[in-house]
């Protein structure tokens, strides 16, 4: 996965420029709607300071280094959120390292080792239930003691809350949303499609021989959607396709037909003929078409392969014509 020029993985890496930042903090997965407004409202504050605007997370996720066994929840990979960001106009990512010695650095020392004395942050905007440090003992309220003493400006937003249901937009909500197959949902959610992405990896090749070749993906510490057959939108991120964008359809699941097991995203892209091998793919799903299901062989599977792909021409169509 390649990562943007404006995502660093430690304090080490950061240019000079990113002291004296307004610093948001939180891990943003998804970049969903609140999300954006959130850093919409930072953005407004770091240009009435005139300072830069940076993000900090946490990687691994926190939930994920104190559960490693749980089932996988990202939403969008630390490359990807950056860009999101950076589209955003976040200056900086800095994903910090989420280990033994930052789960159990207390509230305070998190405050004056990295906020004060690394970052050097002019301010700093939280979420009003943000809590950090061991045992999650930080507080907004102590960040706003701190930041008067210290003299950095702490900005805590409140709950971004739908227009229609007056719900908080949130990532949990999203992940339901995408494990009941609701795209659209998600997406509605997001503002933006559901993307996964990463490179095209060496697949059965069996595809090819049915007349619908396949680019495969494997989903990685990727949420688990509803396995079933997806239209979608793919977009070439690398190699010398890179920028193209094309229609297709996608399975997302085991592959019951043919014996598989782990979860992967096997997408016929319309029209295309190409080597996408170990090129990196984003593969946004738009339109859920129906659950995945065994076939009494290749030929029952050729077919319904076909049905489907009529299937997701037409939703895409009907999606355009929007």
Partial sequence: MH??????????ALPASARGSLLAIGNFDGVHLGHQAVIKQAR?????????????????HPRQFFAPDAPPFRLTRLPTRARLLAGLGVDFTLALPFDANLANCPAPEFIDTILIKALGISGVSVGHDFHFGKDRQGTPDM?????????FEVF????????DTRTPYSSSAIRQLLRDGDVRGAAALMGHSWSIE????HGDKRGRTIGFATANMELGDYLQPAFGVYAV?????????????????AN??????????????????????GDLYDHELSVALLEFIRPEQKFDGLDALKAQIAADSEAARAALSAQSAK
């Fill in 143 to 151: 960040l706003h003691q701190r930041g008067a003493e210290a003299g």
């Fill in 233 to 249: 939108r793919a977009e070439i991120l690398s190699g010398p396709l890179q920028g193209q964008v094309h229609d297709g359809v």
């Fill in 44 to 60: 407004e504050h770091a240009d009435t300071k005139g300072c830069p605007l940076g993000v900090m997370l946490f990687n691994p």
């Fill in 198 to 201: 990463g490179s095209v990896t």
């Fill in 3 to 12: 990562n943007p020029s404006n995502l660093y993985h430690s304090l080490d």
């Fill in 156 to 163: 805590i937003t409140p709950a971004v809350l739908q227009t």
């Fill in 252 to 273: 997302l699941g085991q592959r019951p037909t043919v014996g598989g097991t782990a979860p992967r995203l096997e997408t016929h892209l319309f029209d295309f003929d």
